[in-house]
């Protein structure tokens, strides 16, 4: 990473923790600003960026959530950004209509200096030196959540989703919100939480908004959500869920369920979209991760239809989610989930032709689904026989099994009776039979 301009001021790094100080020309004075860069980052890519006022209360525990939801590729790769406030309540102050000169949905004057400070000075400098992408995200709590609040009617908000803790706001301030949401086109989200032992106005704030977000549609998503809280502990309670509300489409593909029933469905067209779709909104590159991609598989089995299995199966081989060395069985069980039996036979047979079989496994399934489900005894006992020459080492269990179907399916019991009989001579401990099974099916056989 290239820091030219954080050698001007006084900066401190550590670990993945960046500390710049950098001088603000609305607030005249040297402001502090923490930056936690996510793991492996590197300019090559582009990285939403969360942002959150009251640095001193929200920059460890916003950081800490992010790093685990990234770990776990809940949500994207992304920086998180605090702004360390020098005089909260001259900053923070909410308009409630104090000052006569000044109308309740403007800010104050610390409010519109904190305003100008983050959207002019820290959001460029943020854009300038990091590989950002078109993504921002603001939190807020308590004064600051008010604030989140008024910066989505700003005219130079060039944030994408809001997370508003506990805000507390006048009338006023709620119905202008409601208009202005009813009124804008672009995309936006807004999460707020409230909590139930907390102040009841602001609690009533929460519920207010919350009225807004059912009534309205276009490209707005709102949530509100109360906890059982009280005025700080709301924060850990309520932030993970903000942040995945933020990232709500992100890895999303809820909506298979919907389309997956009409006729003309892709399964393959369906997840390019989605990835694009992610990508679009985030700003960055997407791909399909493996646990989307085994969700998916399960639901396009379900369906039963055999033209799905089968793209489904081609985008496992081109993302590499199949490892070669058991490719075809995994194709076979797939196939097998969704009832189409021979095609789950051909791939297991695939699988023992090119070599990998280095276990009893690969043969039981293949016979199993001759026995069970295609009623095809004897190309079972052939398929065994030929287990033998393939895979000696399970010689025992080959047999073994071969003599119980010979019983099961009233077949030529001298053949039953000579595998048994090596069962018996040649027994050793294994998780199949024990040697009085052994020796209850040879007597079995000889009352045939």
Not at 91 to 104: L, W
Not at 221 to 236: I, T
Not at 242 to 256: I, K, P, Q, T, W
Not at 267 to 274: L, P, V
Request: charged fraction near 25%; aromatic fraction near 14%; proline fraction near 3%.
């Amino acid at each position: 990473m290239s820091f030219a301009s954080f050698s001007q001021n006084s900066t401190e790094i550590k670990s993945d923790t960046l500390t710049k100080n950098m001088a603000s020309e609305y607030f005249e004075n040297e402001r502090k600003v923490k930056i936690f860069i996510p793991k492996n980052y590197t300019t090559n890519k582009k990285y939403p960026v969360i942002y959150t006022l009251d640095g001193y209360g929200l920059f460890h525990i916003t950081s800490s959530y992010a790093h685990y939801l990234m770990e776990y590729d809940i949500i994207p790769q992304s920086i998180v950004v605090s702004i360390y406030h020098n005089n909260r309540n001259y900053e923070t102050n909410p308009n409630y209509g104090n000052d006569i000169n000044v109308p309740v949905t403007d800010f104050l004057e610390g409010s519109e200096k904190l305003k100008n400070h983050l959207i002019r000075e820290v959001k460029p400098f943020i854009e300038e030196e990091f590989s950002t992408s078109t993504y921002s995200v603001l939190i807020g709590h308590s004064n600051t959540a008010t604030f989140v609040n008024e910066m989505i009617s700003e005219k130079e908000n060039t944030f994408n989703s809001f997370i508003a803790i506990t805000p507390d706001l006048l009338s006023d301030q709620i119905i202008f919100l409601k208009e202005y949401l009813n009124n804008n086109k672009s995309k936006i989200s807004y999460f707020v939480s409230s909590g139930l032992k907390d102040d009841v106005f602001r609690l009533e704030s929460g519920k207010k908004l919350d009225t807004i977000f059912k009534n309205t549609n276009g490209n707005f998503k709102g949530l509100f959500k109360s906890y059982d809280a009280g005025h700080l502990d709301l924060v850990p309670k309520s932030l993970n869920d903000a942040l995945m509300f933020s990232f709500s489409e992100y890895r999303n593909f809820s909506n298979v369920h919907n389309l997956i029933i009409e006729p003309e469905f892709s399964i393959k067209e369906f997840i390019n979209n989605s990835i694009e779709n992610q990508s679009k909104i985030y700003g960055i590159e997407s791909e399909l991760n493996e646990d989307d991609f085994f969700y998916l598989s399960e639901i396009v089995a379900k369906s039963k239809n055999k033209t799905l299995v089968k793209e489904i199966l081609e985008i496992s081989e081109q993302n590499g989610f199949y490892p070669k060395d058991h490719l075809y069985s995994d194709k076979a069980q797939s196939y097998e989930y969704a009832g189409f039996y021979e095609d789950a036979l051909e791939n297991w047979k695939l699988q023992i032709e090119n070599g990998y079989h280095e276990n009893t496994f690969y043969f039981e399934r293949p016979f199993q689904l001759l026995i069970q489900n295609l009623n095809r005894p004897k190309e079972g006992i052939e398929l065994l026989e030929m287990a033998i020459k393939k895979y000696p080492k399970g010689e025992l269990t080959f047999r073994y099994l071969i003599a119980e179907t010979i019983l099961e399916n009233k077949l030529n019991t001298r053949i039953g009776l000579k595998n048994i009989n090596f069962c018996i001579t040649n027994f050793r401990t294994n998780r199949k039979f024990s040697l009085e099974d052994a020796k209850e099916l040879k007597s079995k056989l000889a009352e045939k």
